[in-house]
């Protein structure tokens, strides 16, 4: 069983940053591919980006240039560096972890963090 618990979510004016974390229960980097999913009102839950074990990374159009997906194996943390937000970037973003043969929505998910762009 895998646990994960984000947090670093809040409050911020468009143009900001914010950092968000996810601590993992145990050592899964090298097994599980991780990343972070975001759900706004009324939309369904999408894909922001995500890393392999190996170290590959993909991100969602929307949040090229913008967002950097990165790890810390010995924390068993992963991150999701967030600069230039917009409003339409609110929403409660969820950390994710999965075996790379199964699907995301079948793998453990985090409670999630809000994330409030203001304009």
């Known amino acids: 069983q895998v646990q994960l618990v984000e947090s670093g979510g809040g409050l911020v004016q468009a143009g900001g940053s914010l950092r968000l974390s996810c601590a993992a229960s145990g050592s899964i980097f090298d097994r599980y591919v991780v990343g972070w999913y975001r759900q706004a009102p009324g939309k369904q839950r999408e894909l922001v980006a995500d890393?392999?074990?190996?170290?590959?990374?993909n991100y969602a159009d929307s949040v090229k240039g913008r967002f950097t997906i990165s790890r810390d194996n010995a924390k068993n943390t992963m991150y999701l560096q967030m600069n230039s937000l917009k409003p339409e970037d609110t929403a409660v973003f969820y950390c994710n972890a999965h075996r790379p043969s199964q699907a995301a929505l079948f793998g453990y998910w985090g409670q999630g963090t809000q994330v409030t762009v203001s304009s």
């Open positions: 890393i392999t074990s190996g170290g590959s990374t």
